[in-house]
């Protein structure tokens, strides 16, 4: 089973959100939230080669100099899941060899940046939590609704609620 940066992120924020979107269950085409977000990568961040896919399972935004792995994000609103899914890439490489220095959280809105490195301690906690997205992933019936903040901007908020 290919596990995606995607996947990994809305392993963080939502196991239903990851079950329907590895069941192909989709409603963020249309969510402004999700339009913004494309927005303001597609226009960051110009000059850079953008949308690298390795492998085909992971797709990251940028590498500079083959040295810093970047990922453009609209807020920190969900923070700890776009740090895991950084040090998820950078974990995902290293494992085919190619190792980078650190990764790069990009908030180009906020005008900010967080570091991401790669811990030993971090390998064993993703390996575990790959285990743990692949048995969401395998379960027949969708995960429950988790009733967080966070639903009311999601995509699928009217999917779990309506």
Known sequence: MRITGTMFYYYFVCHRKLWCFYNQITFEEQNENVLLGKLIDENSYNREKKHIMIDETINVDFIKDWKILHEVKKSKSIEEAS????????????????????????????????????????????????????????????????????????????????
């Open 83 to 162: 740090i895991w899914q950084v040090k998820y890439y950078l974990f995902f490489l290293k494992e085919r060899g190619i190792l980078l220095e650190k990764g790069v959280l990009d908030y180009p809105k906020l005008k900010k940046r967080e570091n991401v490195i790669l811990e030993e301690s971090d390998e064993v906690k993703i390996r575990e939590i790959v285990k743990r997205i692949e048995y969401v992933l395998s379960e027949e019936k969708i995960p429950e609704v988790i009733n967080s903040g966070i639903c009311k901007s999601c995509a699928y908020y009217e999917y779990c609620y309506i």
